[in-house]
């Protein structure tokens, strides 16, 4: 296999057949140029450092880091980007790159439910389009008091008898998908204090267990979160920002008394077999970018890796056991089916996918707009800035200062937008979900790179489930901790609600 990697390798970065166009130095020209800095030490506008890309088009998300120009670096970007675009098929005897996909799965290829390698979306009622959201089904017998104790925190992870931690609603020939999907909405109005109105759709998911008819129905305790695909821009970088800067802005017990009390997860780390800060994820339920990707190797499209040796079948599902397995790789003695190879040239490519730069960092409305977040207490979750730290292993990354409107820290968000019950209940709070996260808590999502998602993908929605269709929704389904920020935005005119929406929209 390691003989035909390179083969593909030279093949691919010869022709690029079937992939996306290749990245080149070269930044795309956008379609609107960017504002100069009012001041040359003004940096705003490079949301993602010197490492920010000029492009305001629909391959906004897809282009490499502007400061690597190793070439090898950039081949092993390109190949990432092979394996990331191009879809993975079942067991193969003809096949050996490639194959293995499944028998449960999400998607076959990452791309199509990281749509240009922007964020995914929720379906329209009625409509079958679950490509790029899925559904944890997960339970817990500890309370978050419990589960501070390190001891105890990886229990908090307890999967549905039925289906395990995760609906699988694909599956390849001959295997039975765990469970059928759909949605309907209810729609409710926001006012304004000036009378403007915003309308609000809440969506009750309906789920299926496919064998429920074999006895396999979901058990009655399971509580499931819904989640839309994230974007993909500036993981590398938040991968470099010190722990020491996140654990700064933690705050369990709300100790300056401002209704904000960020606390950072603590997950377990395959490669490091120890718990570590989580940082990627809704739930922040990943210390790494390396092993959110093996993770969704395996839950998404059913493919091993190094990390993940086992397919997630259960023991009554024996189609999915019987399925057919990839070809793993002979001449290295394992039998997974991402090959090291692969698996770390898509994990490069995930960690170099550049920020764009910001449109109009500097237009007065668009400052004003900036002024207006701050002073409504945004950015006491959304943190402005960090500088990454220096890392060897990438040092087109390192000690960049960065704009990213992130804390990286989980927050209540309130029994709106709380994971729920099979009945469609919000979830108690109290209990620890995904390591220390609870059902009402989300990690603060990076805000750069939002005014371009619906360029990239005119389909994109906001918030974790998607039920936001635009930026403003979002900011209006904000509960808990952030209740304050959006009580404060609601007493906005029209003006002030406009220059908001410019900077976010810039972002």
């Known amino acids: 296999m390691r003989l035909l990697l390179l083969l593909l390798t030279t093949a691919f970065l010869t022709a690029c057949g079937g992939g996306s166009e290749p990245e080149t130095d070269t930044p795309t020209t956008p379609t609107d140029p960017i504002t100069e800095p009012e001041t040359p030490t003004s940096t705003e506008h490079l949301a993602g450092g010197e490492a920010s890309v000029i492009n305001n088009t629909a391959d906004a998300f897809s282009q490499h880091s502007k400061t690597m120009s190793d070439v090898e670096r950039i081949q092993q970007f390109e190949l990432g980007d092979d394996f990331f675009t191009n879809p993975w098929v079942a067991g193969s005897a ?49 309370t978050t008091e419990q589960a501070y104790d390190m001891s105890q925190s990886l229990m908090a992870n307890v999967g549905d008898s039925s289906v395990g931690g995760q609906l699988q609603q694909t599956a390849i020939a001959d295997v039975m998908p765990e469970v059928d999907l759909a949605v309907t909405y209810t729609t409710s109005t926001v006012s304004f204090a000036d009378g403007y109105q915003v309308e609000l759709r809440k969506p009750t998911w309906q789920l299926t267990s496919k064998a429920a008819a074999q006895g396999y129905d979901f058990d009655a305790d399971t509580i499931f979160s819904a989640r839309v695909s994230p974007g993909m821009i500036g993981l590398g970088l938040l991968a470099l920002v010190s722990e020491q800067d996140i654990i700064a802005n933690e705050d369990i017990s709300d100790s300056d008394n401002n209704g904000i009390s960020g606390k950072a997860n603590r997950v377990w780390s395959i490669a490091k077999q120890n718990v570590e800060l989580g940082r990627f994820g809704w739930k922040a339920g990943q210390p790494s970018l390396i092993e959110q990707t093996a993770g969704a190797f395996v839950n998404d499209m059913g493919l091993t890796n190094r990390f993940h040796q086992q397919e997630s079948c259960l ?35 995930a960690e170099h996918l550049a920020v764009p730069q910001r449109r109009n960092a500097y237009d007065d409305d668009v400052k004003r707009g900036k002024d207006i977040f ?96 635009t930026i403003l929704e979002a900011v209006l389904w904000h509960g808990g901790e952030a209740q304050a920020a959006k009580e404060a935005v609601l007493k906005l005119n029209s003006s002030e609600r406009a220059d908001l929406l410019a900077f976010l929209s810039d972002l």
């Open 94 to 142: 003809s096949t050996s790159s490639r194959d293995g996909l499944g028998g449960l799965l999400n998607n076959n290829a990452c791309q199509d439910c990281h749509i240009r390698d922007g964020r995914g979306h929720a379906p329209d009622a009625g409509s079958d389009d679950f490509g790029s959201i899925l559904f944890r089904a997960a339970k817990s017998n500890i």
């Open 374 to 469: 701050i002073n409504a207490g945004c950015q006491g979750c959304h943190s402005v800035s960090y500088t990454t730290e220096q890392s060897s292993e990438h040092p087109e990354l390192s000690e960049q200062k960065i704009y990213p409107y992130t804390d990286m820290l989980l927050h209540d968000m309130g029994e709106a937008l709380a994971d729920f019950t099979l009945n469609g209940q919000a979830a108690s709070g109290d209990i620890a979900y995904e390591f220390l996260a609870t059902t009402r808590e989300w990690r603060t999502p990076p805000l750069w790179g939002i005014g371009l998602a619906q360029t990239v993908d005119p389909e994109a929605n906001f918030l974790h489930d998607g039920r936001a269709r």
């Open 315 to 349: 023991a009554h599902q024996v189609d999915c056991i019987a399925a057919p397995n990839g070809n793993g790789d002979s001449i290295n003695d394992y039998n997974y089916e991402v090959s090291d190879t692969i698996l770390d040239a898509i994990g490069f490519y």
